[in-house]
């Protein structure tokens, strides 16, 4: 049946041709080619028709419009007769002659299932029909009756009229229904199709003609009757149009198109979300990652988890590994299945700025590749609401704070349900202080708001994990796997230990340190650090972590000191290189630590580093430039930058003892995955801290506890205030029965001891009332009962929606008023004033005497002082003169501009719904703006891209670049030929994440276009019709 479809289907493509003098081109046929049977005149002509096929490559088309012309009146597509006067139709111009009438519908449908089936076999071949084409055009010198099929038929056909067979053989019920004898056959064929060409083709005839005697009923002749206009009328419309000569090539690629379109509707009709092979998605996305990440293939923990039954039901789920163990992965590959398959937006919360904008950038260039929008939402970036995308879908990464403030406004605009995905990292910071309350808040919303929206948690760190499950409703799946065993050491004196949990203390002896060190070393180095970088550095990586930040540059040039001489000579042309653009990040100005130590290699890693430093070592450090950092706690939750050997110089964090949590994140940075075969850690403990220390690697991990109700104006005010603000709950009874869902809920009993719930719920609605933001409202149910609603006040939304926190709001409004009474706008410094954040102020400790004689208001003084670190900041743009000028640290300073830019944001929103203030919403919007960036405005554009900071901003400019547009559209070749000390990953990052923000603007402009040409829903006119309708 396969093949007569083949005869059609090439009919269909040479009917299209005109070819009179072929004739002459071919000699009569030898003895030897000829065989005695109807059957050698049939496979004789179709070798002939097949190489006439061959030689037509070189003649014009030519067009037939008349349809009667082409068709006559036959009644029948049966088998050879029909076909052969189809061929002579071709040889005689396209002129018409009466033939037969009376042939079988039934081998029609016969015919069209075997050549798909034939079609489809002969993709898989292409490369064995070479010598069969050879053979054929010596064989075929003479004209028979009919037409042969060749295998490589596919290529003569367009391939629309392929899906259009295709496509009739799925509308029809039987055209799969072959007997065992043919499928044998088409199998067999192929196999020795060179050889056994002519007796193959004898064999296939006799399948047809037996095929064609069986008996038919009434309906399916009505059914084949369709079928034969269909074909007729696919064959006219081919007829009439001329057909281009396409390569091979060309028409296979065409061909897989057009059956992967076939594929992609079909899967849109069944509303599948299945579209690939690669855990539902395009196997285009494992090829990303193997091109962007290197990663070629999933742990089998990472196959197992996303293959959980929780995660195909779409349940929410919170997993738990050590660090390094990629987790990250699996939540990618979930919030690409939402983004992909099933068309909704996703919220990543990560906890700093920092992995914030390495996320970005990361992802960016899948966004670019698979057509969905990366947006960031940290510090003063974000647009509330968010903005409404046509079609692409969009992952929005925020901070903690960012992503809590998304969440209240696709709230209140309705828009939750949009969100099918919200991934937290970290989850274990629920725990912690007002950013924990925080992250409490947004989840509890989400589950109490959008019964779609899956959560999902991971943590390296987690122990109390039932009361997160009964929290968020989740399923939980653990395990102990890790890329790079790890070795935990303990050093006493000059002994190291092993950690064994097994033994008594928990730990084993393992080796006396082994260095000679001199009466000075010994005084400089007691805790032999020197000997333990020294086994490690060069040729490995190596973190020290140091309880302060003093320490860390003490220690970085402790260890220089003691370091030979050889260490210099290490990748020396690349040291040099980091040190000239630590300078031109810094217009000159270089920290003397970093210039004595990173000839050496080394370098210290803390919050005293500016943005563009700390980045630029980062980098030096990931492509083992340097090979040495002495850090703080905070690299240890930050950025993923691994070592062979991490050592803990004391167990401390500034004053306080080491917590477990803290232990098992700091040791979690030893062994890099594909690099190292080990990771090792040690703690270097005194004996005094002994005990304390075998109690630390052997207690469990520190249980999570909400701080929702310890954080007062952070935690339960704040959500209440915006709870009422959003109507989520209005009155006491829906209040206390959201609180009865968040994580303090769950764990009330524990946390609880002096007041209930109840009491407390009551008690804050109280304290909101009395400082005026919000109104409470009598509703009586009935004579007896008397229920109090609760509604929000001008200034409780605008402090809910400026997310300021309530124990300034009333403070920050009477600034605000009495501002308005004589603002100066002669420079910038009034407002800054408005905008430092009141936090700060109580950090802040100026060397500033005669205030403090004239007795003036200390927080007052203390947050004029930092407006004038501000203004001589934004004035002279260089972070080292102002850090002079101020006797300031360079990282507290980027800090304070930070908190600034933040703060701004934030007083921008409470003054929006604040009619009296409508002054300040034109001046702070640009004032933002220049907080956030700090630098001259030509270089705003090009800082507005995700990790281009101020030198390599300067850089860009300098070159050429000076637009996003310029950006989006670089060679990444190019511009690591033009910027100095650009590596490629950093180029092509650099340009995806300018695509992305381009299309994002893009975007916004079409949707607003659309907006203002689009109907408005409460037009008078639809109200009406639709009236009527009803």
Not at 120 to 129: A, E, P, R, Y
Not at 277 to 297: A, C, H, M, N, T
Not at 350 to 365: N, W
Not at 474 to 503: G, M, S
Request: charged share 25%; proline share 3%.
């Amino acid at each position: 049946m396969d093949e007569g479809v083949s005869r059609i289907r090439r009919r269909v493509s040479v009917c299209k041709r005109d070819r009179p003098s072929l004739g002459s081109g071919f000699a009569a046929p030898t003895a030897a080619e000829l065989k005695p049977g109807d059957e050698e005149g049939e496979e004789e002509e179709e070798m002939m028709a097949g190489s006439r096929r061959r030689k037509t490559v070189e003649v014009q088309p030519v067009e037939n419009d008349s349809e009667e012309d082409m068709f006559g009146d036959y009644d029948s597509f049966a088998e050879n007769s029909f076909l052969a006067q189809v061929d002579d139709l071709e040889q005689q111009h396209m002129q018409v002659a009466e033939h037969r009438k009376h042939a079988s519908d039934l081998s029609t449908e016969d015919l069209c299932s075997e050549s798909i089936k034939h079609n489809k076999l002969s993709i898989t071949t292409v490369g064995n029909f070479t010598e069969l084409k050879m053979d054929e055009h010596i064989k075929n010198q003479s004209r028979h009756e009919d037409v042969s099929i060749e295998p490589d038929i596919l290529y003569d056909v367009p391939s629309s009229q392929v899906l259009y067979f295709e496509n009739l053989q799925n509308s029809s019920d039987d055209l799969g229904n072959q007997s065992t004898k043919e499928r044998d056959w088409n199998a067999s064929s192929h196999k020795t199709v060179n050889e056994e060409l002519p007796q193959n083709n004898i064999e296939q005839h006799q399948q047809i003609d037996d095929s064609s005697s069986k008996v038919r009923t009434s309906s399916e002749e009505n059914r084949r009757k369709s079928l034969k206009e269909h074909l007729k009328s696919a064959m006219t419309g081919n007829a009439k149009a001329q057909t281009p000569i396409f390569s091979r090539t060309k028409q296979l690629k065409e061909t897989l198109l057009s059956e992967e379109i076939n594929v992609a509707k079909k899967t849109i009709e069944s509303s599948s979300d299945d579209l690939g092979p690669f855990y539902s998605l395009p196997s285009k996305v494992r090829d990303l990652y193997v091109q962007f990440k290197g990663i070629e293939k999933l742990y089998e923990w990472q196959h197992t988890c996303l293959t959980l039954n929780s995660v195909q039901e779409r349940k929410n789920l919170i997993y738990s590994l050590p660090t390094s163990g990629g987790k990250t992965l699996v939540a990618e590959i979930l919030m690409l299945q939402e983004l992909l398959c099933r068309r909704r937006d996703v919220l990543m919360i990560l906890p700093y700025v920092a992995i914030v904008q390495e996320k970005i950038s990361g992802l960016s260039s899948f966004g670019i590749e698979l057509g969905f929008f990366v947006e960031e939402y940290a510090g003063s970036k974000g647009k509330f609401p968010p903005i409404k995308r046509r079609e692409k879908k969009s992952l929005y990464i925020a901070t903690i704070e960012k992503g809590h403030s998304l969440v209240n406004s696709l709230i209140e605009t309705g828009r939750i349900g949009s969100l099918g995905l919200v991934v937290v990292d970290e989850l274990h910071m629920i725990g912690e202080g007002s950013r924990g309350a925080i992250l409490e808040m947004t989840l509890a919303k989400i589950l109490y708001t959008s019964e779609t929206t899956q959560i999902i948690g991971m943590s390296a760190t987690l122990n109390n994990v039932e009361d997160l499950q009964e929290f968020l409703q989740a399923e939980y799946y653990t395990n102990q796997f890790r890329p790079v065993e790890l070795k935990e050491y303990l050093k006493i004196n000059n002994a190291i230990y092993e950690v064994d949990c097994k033994a008594e203390n928990s730990m084993t002896f393992s080796r006396l340190l082994n260095c000679q060190y001199s009466d000075t070393l010994k005084k400089m180095d007691p805790d032999h650090l020197v000997a333990l970088v020294t086994e490690v550095i060069p040729n490995y990586s190596c973190l020290v972590f140091c309880p302060t930040k003093k320490n860390c540059e003490n220690v970085a040039e402790m260890i220089c000191k003691f370091l030979s001489k050889e260490h210099l000579k290490h990748r020396e042309k690349e040291k040099l290189e980091v040190i000239k653009n630590l300078k031109n990040i810094s217009s000159g100005n270089l920290c003397p630590v970093l210039k004595r130590t990173i000839p050496f290699g080394v370098a210290y890693h803390h919050s005293g580093l500016t943005s563009d430093e700390r980045k630029l070592l980062e980098e030096a450090y990931s492509t083992g430039v340097l090979c040495l950092f002495t850090c703080t706690s905070t690299l240890a939750a930050g950025v993923n930058l691994p070592a062979r050997r991490v050592i803990l110089r004391a167990p401390y964090v500034a004053k306080e003892f080491l917590k477990r949590n803290q232990y098992k994140q700091m040791i979690g940075r030893a062994g890099r995955a594909g690099i190292d075969s080990i990771g090792e850690s040690i703690l270097i403990l005194q004996e005094k801290d002994k005990q304390q220390v075998l109690e630390l690697i052997s207690r469990p991990l520190e249980n999570c506890y909400s701080h929702l109700v310890q954080e007062f104006t952070k935690g339960i005010q704040t959500l209440f205030l915006s709870l009422i603000g959003l109507k989520i709950a209005t009155n006491l009874d829906d209040i206390y029965h959201f609180m009865c869902g968040t994580f303090f809920g769950v764990q009330q009993k524990i946390l609880l001891k002096e007041k209930s719930l109840w009491e407390i719920t009551v008690e804050s609605l109280r304290y909101l009332t009395e400082k005026g933001l919000l109104q409470k409202d009598t509703i009586n149910k009935s004579e007896e009962e008397i229920q109090y609603s609760f509604h929000i006040t001008k200034l409780g939304r605008a402090s809910f929606k400026g997310t300021i926190d309530l124990a300034y709001c009333d403070i920050l409004y009477r600034d605000l008023k009495k501002g308005l009474e004589g603002l100066v706008l002669e420079s910038l410094l009034h407002l800054i004033y408005l905008t430092t954040p009141y936090d700060m102020a109580s950090q802040c400790v100026p060397d500033w005497m005669i205030y403090f004689r004239q007795k003036v208001d200390k927080d007052v003084v203390n947050r004029l002082y930092l407006s004038f670190v501000l203004y001589a900041l934004l004035k002279e743009t260089n972070i080292w003169s102002v850090s002079e000028k101020f006797n300031m640290s360079r990282g507290y300073i980027q800090s304070l501009l930070t908190g600034a830019a933040s703060f701004s944001s934030c007083v921008l929103h409470f003054c929006e719904e604040l009619e009296e203030f409508w002054v300040y919403r034109a001046l702070l919007g640009e004032l933002t703006k220049k907080l956030t960036y700090c630098v001259k405005a030509e270089l705003i554009p090009l800082m507005e891209v995700t990790g281009v900071l101020e030198g390599r901003a300067k850089q860009l400019y300098n070159a050429g670049y000076k637009s996003l547009m310029h950006l989006a559209n670089a060679n990444p070749e190019v511009l690591i030929r033009t910027i100095d000390h650009l590596s490629r990953r950093q180029a092509k990052q650099i340009v995806s994440s300018a695509k992305m923000l381009l299309h994002e603007k893009a975007e916004a402009l079409q949707e607003e276009v659309e907006e203002l040409l689009r109907l408005p829903p409460d037009f008078p006119g639809i109200e009406v019709s639709a009236a009527e309708k009803a």
